[in-house]
């Protein structure tokens, strides 16, 4: 490592704290990377209502926050302080009520909150302030998706020339571009950056305010969370609209994929599996898979092959083509088990199937990480039929615990998974391309029918388990993108 780097990360969630899905896991993970390798790193999220100040024992930090909301004027927050947990890593927890005081995150009952311009243009505001709170000028100020990415645009405009952030540089991490933040043009006026900014090239989009296409245009460096995203999204099928500022921006775009948390995912420690187990000690996920059959009332089989998913109910999750084609999958001598919460249809569907399907369909719909490391270390297979998939962290965590992914060759799931190949027996996993239902159960077949061959599953299954994606490895690719940012804003290349 060269310098140690001052990083402010300011995100819309991070694990433990508060988590949706995969951002929350990165946002978690990756400061403790860096700051055990010696930088500087401090994250700042919301303080929801299920974050409790007591029990987490957070300590308010300085005097009532003042932010300028624009138009709306100077609104005010307490800023509380705890820390990641097993690290020294700072967290500030941005405190009002109003904005955050809900059971939720983004949604309640299938309704997104129609306030979210305001909470997450609040949010970035108050992270800036913060810095002037406690007098800390970071390097970087690394920000997260749509719901951070005024950052940028504030640094840019109205942190040009404050003594403490002009010098600052900024880092987008896409998660997810589908995901843009668009809202009524008004909010020009809540952001306070001047209408100068009203552009086709920076915050317009179809005569609408677009915080993620700002954040793209002013972000000193932007990174996508796996390679292949990071070109997909240049693309049209992939860009959601934003393919062609993403290409503007392509000389300072670049892809890192996440990394896994092992501390939390390895079977040889998982508390909250049935037994523990690894490469060596194999027969230990037998007694996990009969645990999980138990867990979901169907028949004990250990020859039958279960195949599991955890996931949020989304369409980009490709659940629409697996509800079209699960009655042909139940055709085959298999089980199947699904944990999983988001649309409301796909509750209602899948959660129906365990009537058709006696002793043969699992279901559960909410959200739950112990039934989820249950049903990773559990099941033989891990379906990830993602329609686009920027990373995805399940199928990297099912490849640890040996239980083989069967995937669609999309993003992160693309850089992770390597198709089997029945001549030279190489691979980890199963691959489909085209998003089908044919190709989907085509798949799963193959998967069902190598699961027979004992001897080729011996070779899959502990190969799969070596494969590692690290925060390590990761950290390191961030640390340089850091500082090539603030080599750059710096004026230094
Ligand atoms: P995404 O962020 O698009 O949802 P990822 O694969 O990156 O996809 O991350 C999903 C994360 O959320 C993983 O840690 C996964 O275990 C977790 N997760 C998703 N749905 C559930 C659920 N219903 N119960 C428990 N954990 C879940
Ligand atoms: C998003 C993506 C997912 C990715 C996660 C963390 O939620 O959908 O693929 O793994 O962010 O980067």
Known sequence: MSEKLKIMMVAAEAAPFAKEGGLGDVAGTLPRALSKRGHDVRVVIPRYYKIDRKELGLKPVGGPLGVSMGIMGFLWCAVLEGRLPGSDVPVYFIDHEQFYGRDALYHESGQRYLDSDNRFVFLSRAGCELCRMIDFSPDVIHVHDW????????????????????????????????????????????LGVGWEQFTMKALEFNDQTNLLKGGIYHATLINAVSPSYAKEIQTQPFGHGLDGVARDRAADLYGILNGVDYDEWNPETDPMIACSYSGDYPSGKALCKEELQRIFDMSVHPDVPLIGMVTRLTNQ???????????????????????????????????????RYPGRFGCHIGYDNTLAHAIIAGSDFFLVPSRYEPCGLTQMYALRYGTLPIVRSTGGLNDTVDNFNETTCEGTGFVFHDMTTGALYDTIAWAIHTYHNKTVMETLIPRAMSRRFTWEDASVKYEALYERAVSKRRGRH
Do not use: C, E
């Open 147 to 190: 719901h951070t990415s005024a950052i940028p645009v504030f640094l840019n405009t109205l942190y040009r020339n404050d003594p403490l952030l002009r010098d600052t540089a900024s880092l987008l991490t896409i998660h997810n571009i589908q995901h843009q933040g668009i809202f009524y043009k008004g909010l020009m006026d809540v």
């Open 317 to 355: 999750k490709g659940i629409d083509v697996l509800a079209q084609a699960i009655h042909r999958i139940m055709d085959l001598d298999i089980q199947f088990i699904l944990l999983g919460a988001g649309d409301a249809w796909a509750h209602f569907y899948f959660g129906d199937l365990p009537n």
